[in-house]
């Protein structure tokens, strides 16, 4: 399959010099990517063989709306990606997920069925006193120094966790993916992107109206 990755100048640099691309781990921010993170590596080794025992996927595109990325718009550019790989992949090797559902993800909110789903789960947090901004303190400890940690929360996280599954899915307009390694072999494409008045390889840009677009509730508006 066709697949879709954003990297730095000195990344094509180490592909091209040793004929592979693994994530170095040196660029994640754990603080405020660990969480997830550790969701998506556990996920991985039990769905993506992981022949090299690599730590950290890298991430790369799968569908977006009618392409495989995200098309350029003018904006700022995203800081390190300067450059645009096209490359090729079993499926069997790409950790498919859907793009919107990944934002419950990040946050660490419930991803429902349908609405009866959400409303009876909404019922729950509120029964329990458990406010979003709780449920976000879990994840990004890069914005809150502290969070909740006793029996009924973690129980409630549980659910949450369990819910995170249904992000594992083809059935979105847009699809992100995560390999473990990239070999030059299965390189098809390499375009330096020059032009530093456009926005390439990402969907979370600020608007016109000064603020980025609201992948949850755009999920919920499609529920059933």
Known sequence: ?????????AAVKFLLKNGFLICDKEHIDTLKAGFAYSWVVK???????NYDHIDYPMWCWVRCYDGVSPKKRKGEPVDGFETKITFRKDKKDVFITDFRRYSFV????YIPKDNADKEKFDAILRDNHITREELKAYARKDIFNECRTDKKFIEIYNMIEESFDR???EDSDVL???VWKINLDEVEKIE?????????????????NGKRFDW????YKRLK
């Not at 399959?1 to 100048?9: D, E, F, G, I, P």
């Not at 949850?216 to 999920?219: A, K, S």
């Open 1 to 9: 399959m066709k697949l879709v990755t954003y990297q730095s100048l």
């Open 43 to 49: 996920k991985m080794n039990e769905k993506i063989p």
């Open 106 to 109: 990040l946050n660490n909110l």
């Open 167 to 169: 992000c594992i899915t």
């Open 176 to 178: 992100q993916g995560c």
């Open 192 to 208: 330096y992107l020059d032009d530093k008045s456009y926005t390439y390889g990402s969907l979370n840009y600020i608007r016109a």
């Open 216 to 219: 949850v509730n755009d999920f």
